[in-house]
């Protein structure tokens, strides 16, 4: 479970999200939709403990522990994933190199490197990406939806409880959002983690279905639904959602 | 590809592979043909490569270097082409003096030298000299160094250009490890240390074919 309290986060000086709230239970799938600077990929980023991200009020719980006294290693050992809008490039560390080192670090140095060479292979043909991938260096040279799909590999290989997805249907192709978007469901059906999908985009909705959907504006969520407000806002914009008051979805 | 332990002052190279695991204090390297080199062993030494005529010269270092002065000087005659990977780890004082002369037309030169801090500092004195007279020859040189803790690093790259028919430059880059890369590897769950050395180690990597070499750091 996850309870955002009244937030207040700032960058370089600025004030960014402001009293900003939000919870979502165990295997819940909220999307969080806004204008573009409104401030969604922040919270994105403070809750993987990003050091840009200066929090100055409220509190953040994950299942009862408290993520403001974390590092971002040990909120991703929590079983936190965040997929970022533009995956970052490292060269010279393989995929292979990257994940063998954190799931040892899991299971205590008790890999299977068999096992881990098998399911890297499987998940390859699963995400229709070579296996070549699996010893390219991360996210390097790749094309916009090859780092997504790279990504959802890590994904699936370190098995985590709680998806953050920062706009992970940006600069995909029709194709490849199906096929993102199928993946991220199998997952879901799955492994049941919380979701939190921020998106400008309704094919990924209509494939990860939410439980709610959060509009946020002015620092904080402005309005909460079902799915309905998520086709209203893609039909109307963002002016024509604004029938759906925050405060009787709440009573 | 054989390994090779050079004990006299000369080599020579003709249309092979080969790894060099260890030579003299100073060594002549003569290529001629399509050669590749590794060299696994550079501390304190001197190295002189003479590129013949038509030869195509890749040469690669992955280094642990500690308290070093390495120099290595090149020497391309016509339509020759070198491709020079330069990569080390360093501690302490450490200096690397790199001189390229080229004399004659239509040759290829690219000289790429990465280098990590490891507790430590390098001076790097890079020197590009095309001659005059000489037409048709292309000389890049591209140093880039990550530095960790607050120790110097010093690159002086040098292009002496004295022909007009070239095409020539060079850059060079120093600075720490990114922000964003470092957060990347740690939303993945690992922890700063061991990001910095994955991050640190593929940047040397890069630009050499691991397989040849032992791992860094006498992992």
């Known amino acids: 479970m996850l309870q955002i309290k009244n937030l207040t986060v700032k960058a370089l000086d600025k004030i960014i999200l402001e009293d900003f709230s939000l919870e979502l239970n165990d295997g819940e799938i909220h999307a969080l939709m806004g204008q573009n ?4 990929s922040t919270i994105a980023k403070v809750l993987m403990r990003d050091k840009n991200y200066k929090v100055v009020k409220g509190s ?3 299942n009862h522990e408290d993520l403001l006294k974390m590092d971002t290693t040990e909120v991703a050992r929590l079983g936190v994933f965040l997929v970022g809008q533009n995956p970052v490039e490292i060269e010279g560390v393989s995929n292979a190199e990257m994940l063998r080192t954190t799931l040892n670090d899991q299971k205590k140095n008790d890999l299977n490197i068999l096992e881990f060479n098998k399911e890297l292979t499987h998940l390859c043909e699963k ?18 939806g090859e780092k997504k799909k790279n990504e959802l590999l890590h994904m699936w290989m370190l098995k985590p409880h709680f998806l953050i997805l920062d706009e992970i249907d940006s600069g995909l192709d029709v194709d490849a959002l199906k096929l993102v978007g199928n993946s991220i469901k199998e997952y879901i059906e799955e492994y049941h983690p919380m979701v939190l ?3 400008h985009q309704k094919t990924l909705l209509d494939i990860v279905k939410p439980d709610k959907v959060h509009v946020l504006n002015h620092k904080k969520i402005v309005q909460s639904g079902d799915y309905l407000l998520a086709e209203k806002i893609f039909k109307e914009g963002f002016s024509g959602a604004s029938i759906i008051d925050r405060g009787s979805l709440d009573a | 590809m054989h390994k090779i332990k050079v004990e006299q002052k000369s080599l020579d190279l003709k249309e092979e592979e080969v790894i060099i695991t260890s030579f003299l204090n100073d060594l002549k390297l003569n290529v001629e043909g399509r050669v590749y080199c590794a060299i696994q062993k550079f501390q304190n030494q001197t190295l002189e490569i003479y590129l013949a005529k038509n030869s195509h010269l890749t040469i690669e270092f992955l280094l642990d ?32 003096i790199i001189h390229n002369q080229i004399q004659t037309d239509h040759n290829r030169n690219a000289l790429l ?3 990590v801090e490891n507790g430590g500092n390098l001076s790097i004195l890079a020197t590009g000299e095309i001659k005059k007279d000489t037409k048709d020859n292309a000389y890049l040189e591209e140093i880039k160094a990550i530095t960790t803790y607050d120790d110097q690093i010093k690159i002086k790259p040098n292009l002496l250009v004295d022909a007009n028919a070239v095409l020539a430059s060079h850059n060079a880059t120093i600075g720490p ?3 964003e890369s470092l957060f990347y590897l740690e939303s993945k769950g690992l922890d700063r240390l061991t990001a910095s050395r994955l991050i640190k180690e593929g940047f040397l990597k890069g630009i050499v074919n691991e397989e040849n070499f032992d791992p860094l750091g006498g992992e």
Do not use: W
């Open chain 2, 177 to 179: 490890i990114s922000d």
């Open chain 2, 65 to 96: 270097v500690e308290n070093s002065k390495n120099e290595i000087t090149i020497f391309n005659q016509e339509n020759s082409q070198l491709d020079f990977h330069y990569a080390c780890q360093f501690k302490n004082t450490n200096e690397l």
């Open chain 1, 197 to 199: 999908i921020i998106t």
């Open chain 2, 113 to 115: 030298v990465r280098a």
């Open chain 1, 127 to 144: 995400l229709e990406i070579p296996s070549s991938f699996i010893h390219r260096d991360i996210n390097y040279n790749m094309s916009g």
């Open chain 1, 60 to 62: 953040i719980l994950l």
């Open chain 1, 37 to 40: 600077g409104a401030g969604k």
